[in-house]
C-alpha cells in the first residue's frame, strides 16, 4: 500500500525525496537540458567566485566539465566531496575540470565567509561559483543537490546524475565512464 501511495506521488517529485532521504543509491535520470548548451555562468563579480576569477563558458571549450551543484548545510554532498576529489586527481593531466556551483538551501549558507570555510575544510581546489541567487541553478533546471552535469568539449551537456557519489559506486562507473569516452572525441 505504502508503495502505491509513492507512485501515485511521482509527479510530484516526492519519489525522489523519498529515495534521497532513504539512502537509495544514487542514479541517472532524463533531464530537458541534455544535448543543449551549457548556459553561461550567471554570476561575473570576482566576489561570486571562489578559488578562482570569474569563468565564461566560451573559455571552457575543448575541456570535459563537470558541473557540481551543491550546499554546504547538505550531508549528501560532504560525503560526495572525497569521490569529486578523487575524480579530480584521476583526469590530473586530461582536459577535464571540475567547477562547482554553490545553491545555498537555507538562508544561513549564503554566507560566503562560511562558504569558504567549508571549501577548506573539504579540500575543495575547484572553482565554486556563489549561486545565492538561484540564477545558474534555475537556467539549469536543476532540483537537486548534489548534481552532476557533464558537458563535452564543444560545450554541450552529456549527462545529468543526482545524488551522492562514492568512489568505485554504480554511478562513479557511469560518470567516469561517460567522461573517459568524452575525452577521447
Known amino acids: 500500500m505504502r508503495w502505491r501511495l509513492?507512485?501515485?506521488?511521482?509527479p510530484l517529485?516526492?519519489?525522489?525525496?523519498?529515495?534521497?532521504?532513504?539512502?537509495?543509491?544514487?542514479?541517472?535520470?532524463?533531464?530537458?537540458?541534455?544535448g543543449k548548451q551549457l548556459p553561461?555562468?550567471?554570476q561575473q563579480t570576482s566576489n561570486d567566485w571562489l578559488n578562482s576569477e570569474p569563468l565564461q563558458v566560451?573559455?571552457?571549450?575543448?575541456?570535459?566539465?563537470?558541473?557540481?551543484?551543491?550546499?554546504?548545510?547538505?550531508w549528501n554532498c560532504y560525503r560526495s566531496f572525497p569521490?569529486?576529489?578523487?575524480?579530480?586527481?584521476?583526469?590530473?593531466?586530461?582536459?577535464?575540470?571540475?567547477i562547482g556551483v554553490h545553491s545555498p538551501e537555507?538562508?544561513?549558507?549564503?554566507?560566503?565567509?562560511?562558504?569558504?570555510?567549508?571549501?577548506?575544510e573539504f579540500k575543495l581546489k575547484h572553482p565554486v561559483m556563489v549561486d545565492n541567487d538561484f540564477v545558474f541553478w534555475r537556467a539549469m533546471h536543476?532540483?537537486?543537490w548534489p548534481s552532476y552535469y557533464i558537458i563535452d568539449k564543444s560545450g554541450v551537456i552529456r549527462g545529468f546524475y543526482a545524488g551522492e557519489t562514492?568512489?568505485?559506486?554504480?554511478?562513479d562507473r557511469r560518470i567516469s565512464s561517460l567522461i573517459s569516452r568524452l575525452l577521447k572525441e
Open 166 to 171: 562514492h568512489k568505485g559506486d554504480s554511478q
Open 142 to 144: 536543476n532540483k537537486y
Open 40 to 42: 553561461e555562468f550567471s
Open 106 to 120: 537555507f538562508s544561513h549558507e549564503k554566507d560566503r565567509a562560511k562558504l569558504a570555510e567549508k571549501i577548506a
Open 13 to 34: 517529485g516526492l519519489i525522489g525525496l523519498f529515495l534521497a532521504l532513504s539512502g537509495a543509491p544514487a542514479v541517472a535520470a532524463k533531464h530537458t537540458l541534455i
Open 6 to 10: 509513492l507512485w501515485a506521488l511521482a
Open 58 to 74: 566560451e573559455a571552457l571549450r575543448g575541456q570535459v566539465v563537470l558541473i557540481d551543484f551543491w550546499a554546504f548545510g547538505c
Open 83 to 98: 569521490w569529486l576529489n578523487q575524480l579530480e586527481e584521476k583526469f590530473t593531466g586530461k582536459p577535464f575540470r571540475i
